[in-house]
């Protein structure tokens, strides 16, 4: 059964930080571009950060220089370390699994119909 689990999310003031971890069973990640997604209350599920099979990242515009993405591929796992949190960034964060090809650029990873497989999401609020 292919599945993601995140893990990670929770409480954090303004300037802090926290990581974020999506797990995947079922299937390897190694030959896919996984990416983050997060929505607020309200508003449309967006593209936060993606990285491709051969490392290649690619960032929203309001997270570059705050977020890093990264892949552990002998854990089946990516992480999203979130440095210099804002109000602005509190929302479920998902993450989702779909072909490097088709997800390549910073316009690209943000189309979500190209998305084969995604997690549950996990909570982040940036409150004080």
């Known amino acids: 059964q292919v599945q993601f689990v995140e893990s990670g999310g929770g409480l954090v003031q303004p300037g802090g930080s926290l990581r974020v971890s999506c797990a995947a069973s079922?299937?390897?990640?190694?030959?896919?571009?996984i990416s983050w997604f997060r929505q607020a209350p309200g508003k449309e599920r967006e593209g936060v950060s993606c990285?491709?099979?051969?490392?290649?990242?690619y960032y929203a515009d309001s997270v570059k220089g705050r977020f890093t993405i990264s892949r552990d591929n002998a854990k089946n796992t990516v992480y999203l370390q979130m440095n210099s949190l804002k109000p602005e960034d509190t929302a479920v964060y998902y993450c989702?699994?779909?072909?490097?090809?088709?997800?390549?650029?910073?316009?690209?990873?943000?189309?979500?119909?190209?998305?084969?497989?995604w997690g549950q999401g996990t909570q982040v609020t940036v409150s004080s």
């Open positions: 989702a699994a779909a072909n490097s090809d088709y997800v390549r650029g910073n316009s690209a990873f943000k189309n979500m119909y190209e998305y084969k497989y």
């Open positions: 079922g299937f390897t990640l190694d030959y896919y571009a």
């Open positions: 990285i491709t099979n051969d490392g290649s990242t």
